[in-house]
């Protein structure tokens, strides 16, 4: 009984560790049927260039046809247009295909509908030779593998794509910065085959994608539209097949107009208050254009910093700040002139002044003597608005009355005299010719004082309205300029958005 069970214990061992090596050898040979299957398609690639002696070095156009290849491009990202080094950057997918007949069938005894090829193995294949005629700078993407693929169709079509960072030319007019638009070129051209033994042609008719998701890194530039177009060049050597692409950008002017053109507007308009302070008030004036006249300065030296191009014509933001500063500039020597009208309009109103109190003062007593000092100071009085022809009609009729007034108190002296002698009154008793004649003399003084001075606050408001002068030059400023700058405004507008682009270069 014993050695019954000691048998049926080996037999169940035996049995376990038997099925473990079956399942071992399965999983092995699906191991070796997976690595066969991985290995295959290189294998079978290479078989078939070996089984067909496939020559690299021939293109794989029928003899006397144009072998054709087909571009397509998926653009992953647009870098900045750069106005500095006049170019933009690509990410893109760079896509060919073509058919080689030497390939076809090479999938007929697999039931793969397309072989990948690995990077490994491109050596082996014959590749167009494109390049991008207008590039400054390629690079192929290598993290962490090589980014290139061949895949190989079963009737010979090869599609092979890269990834490629790309720096190109682009030459931009900078007549309308920053309201200005830019076409910047993507042009693939054949480097060895000449048009009689290759030609590229777009996919499709014209194959860009990705643009409507691409966008560019900063928001200074947006892409408007794209256009395909043929740039086939002749060179000594033959025509060689050039296809390109036209990409539109616009430039965003938000950006300029809260930048420049609001805190320039705001300059300007700040520099009109000149017009409105005293033309005796120097210091603020004076102050005031200056500090203007420095904030466009340092806005004109922001708008050609470093990074602007320096181009032989003419910007659109070039002549709005000039503009603007010649604005600044009119508004100082409007100044200038006003303060100098003023001050020489002042300097003869104080010599007219002096000359007036000089003849007052020397207003001789003489004329008052007897009846014969009116006639005399009748004769001084035409002299005086002969003179003085400043002094308005009206005053001068005043003055006239005046002086006859003075002359009949005269003759009613000598009248009162001669009757006060007659009635027998005693001399002593009645007033002297003499008192009579002082007491006239001093009142008849006062008026003369009071003409005088007439005369000169005649003198006086002339002058001052010669002074206005100035006044009134700013008070013409007022209008004018604001006038001027908004006909500027209208023109600038019109001229740089409606007008249609012109290549200032």
């Known amino acids: 009984m014993k050695q019954y069970f000691t048998f049926f214990v080996y037999f169940l061992i035996k049995c376990i560790f038997s099925v473990d090596v079956i399942n071992t050898n399965k999983i092995d040979k699906k191991k070796h049927v997976v690595l066969d299957s991985k290995w295959g398609n290189t294998d079978l690639f290479r078989n078939w260039i070996k089984k067909i002696e496939y020559n690299k070095y021939i293109p794989p156009s029928p003899k006397g046809e144009v072998l054709i290849v087909k571009i397509s491009t998926f653009i992953n990202s647009l870098g900045d247009i750069n106005e500095r080094d006049f170019d933009y950057t690509l990410n893109v997918f760079f896509r060919q295909i073509w058919i080689d007949k030497r390939l076809a069938g090479i999938l007929d005894n697999s039931s793969l509908s397309s072989l990948a090829v690995t990077h490994d193995s491109h050596d082996a294949l014959w590749l167009p030779d494109a390049f991008f005629d207008n590039s400054k700078m390629e690079y192929f993407h290598k993290i962490t593998q090589p980014n290139a693929m061949i895949r190989i169709y079963n009737d010979g079509k090869i599609y092979f794509s890269q990834r490629l960072t790309l720096t190109l030319w682009c030459h931009l007019e ?267 003399k001093k009142e008849y003084m006062k008026r003369l004082s009071v003409d005088t001075i007439d005369d000169i606050d005649s003198i006086t408001y002339y002058f001052r309205n010669k002074i206005r002068k100035s006044v009134i030059i700013d008070k013409i400023c007022r209008v004018l300029f604001p006038i001027l700058f908004i006909i500027f405004n209208l023109t600038y507008w019109n001229i740089y958005i409606t007008m249609p682009l012109i290549n200032f270069s």
């Open 174 to 440: 900078l007549g309308y910065y920053p309201m200005d638009k830019q076409e910047c070129k993507f042009r693939i051209m054949a480097y060895k085959y000449n048009t009689r033994e290759l030609q590229y042609e777009w996919h499709d008719g014209g194959s860009l994608h990705g643009l409507e998701e691409a966008k560019l890194s900063s928001d200074v530039f947006v892409l408007v539209n794209h256009t395909f177009y043929n740039c086939t060049t002749a060179y000594e050597t033959g025509s060689y097949s050039c296809i390109g692409a036209t990409l539109n950008f616009k430039r965003q002017f938000y950006y300029y107009l809260i930048q420049v053109y609001v805190p320039s507007i705001l300059v300007v308009i700040l520099s009109w208050i000149s017009f409105w302070l005293d033309p005796q008030a120097v210091p603020g004036r004076i102050s005031l254009g200056l500090l203007t006249s420095l904030a466009i300065t340092t806005q004109m030296a922001g708008a050609s910093s470093s990074v602007m191009p320096k181009v032989s014509y003419v910007k659109a933001i070039d002549v709005w700040l000039t503009s603007c500063m010649f604005f600044l500039f009119a508004a100082v020597v409007e100044f200038a002139i006003v303060n100098t009208i003023a001050r020489r309009e002042d300097e003869k109103a104080k010599v007219y002044k002096k000359l007036e109190k000089r003849r007052r003062k020397n207003v001789s007593a003489k004329s008052f003597v007897n009846n014969g000092y009116c006639s005399e100071n009748e004769n001084l009085n035409q002299r005086r608005r002969s003179h003085y022809g400043v002094v308005s009609g009206e005053h001068l009729q005043k003055r006239t009355v005046k002086t006859r007034d003075i002359e009949c108190i005269s003759s009613n002296v000598d009248t009162n005299f001669s009757k006060i002698s007659m009635s027998g009154i005693s001399q002593k008793s009645a007033p002297t010719k003499v008192n009579i004649l002082k007491k006239l």
